[in-house]
T-cell receptor
Framework: AQSVSQHNHHVILSEAASLELGCNYS??????LFWYVQYPGQHLQLLLK??????LVKGIKGFEAEFIKSKFSFNLRKPSVQWSDTAEYFC?????????????FGRGTQLTVWP | NAGVTQTPKFQVLKTGQSMTLQCAQD?????MYWYRQDPGMGLRLIYY???????DKGEVPNGYNVSRLNKREFSLRLESAAPSQTSVYFC???????????FGPGTRLTVL
């Protein structure tokens, strides 16, 4: 079975600080990787995804993530956070080619940005 | 397109009551999923349906049943609600083998 670990449960930053949220997964095969964001009171929205190709993927709102296969990692980054980035962030993985498309989520990281 | 819709948005039940959470998608996706979200636990899969007419258990199926009524609709039923089922429930759909899911707005359920 696949599993996803997010190292930070709660991250607190000031505006303009740089952000990096860690994500590691355990699975021996080829995977698709995702970051979802959940703003307060809202449902999950896809931030970015990696299927294949360039391991550095760019998403919405200035976020990017880098897939490092040797480290089984898919860390999320943003050079300069804003107050509006306050949200919960979830890393997720599924086995590529899975006919079921099951997605395994990490426990989430709550990001709080102070203005 | 409405995407994924869920009803109701909020519900309060007493222990032992039953209810059905409704989910519908208009994206013609084959796969649909029910997750529950609890603080510090992330999202956990309750049941999923890979295609119309099939359903399978996820990580936490106990106390729940599902029905894939047609390609559009996937309902989740609590036969005898328990306080441990207090949670936020999200429905999602996708088109395998791609994994990116589209989520509904959620149902916040409280069981007293």
């Amino acid at each position: 079975a696949q599993s996803v670990s997010q190292h930070n449960h709660h991250v607190i930053l000031s505006e303009a600080a740089s952000l990096e949220l860690g994500c590691n997964y355990s699975y021996g095969g080829t995977v698709n990787l995702f970051w979802y964001v959940q703003y307060p009171g809202q449902h999950l929205q896809l931030l970015l995804k990696y299927f294949s190709g360039d391991p550095l993927v760019k998403g919405i709102k200035g976020f990017e993530a880098e897939f490092i296969k040797s480290k089984f990692s898919f860390n999320l980054r943003k050079p300069s956070v804003q107050w509006s980035d306050t949200a919960e962030y979830f890393c997720a993985v599924n086995a590529r080619g899975s006919t079921l498309g099951r997605l395994y989520f990490g426990r989430g990281t709550q990001l709080t940005v102070w203005p | 397109n409405a995407g994924v819709t869920q009803t109701p948005k909020f519900q309060v039940l007493k222990t032992g009551q039953s209810m059905t959470l409704q989910c519908a998608q208009d994206m013609n996706h084959n796969s649909m999923y029910w997750y529950r979200q609890d603080p510090g636990m992330g999202l956990r899969l309750i049941y999923y349906s890979a295609s119309e007419g099939t359903t399978d258990k996820g990580e936490v199926p106990n106390g729940y049943n599902v029905s894939r009524l047609n390609k559009r609709e996937f309902s989740l039923r609590l036969e005898s609600a328990a306080p441990s089922q207090t949670s936020v429930y999200f429905c999602a759909s996708s088109e395998p083998p791609r994994g990116d899911k589209f989520f509904g707005p959620g149902t916040r359920l409280t069981v007293l």
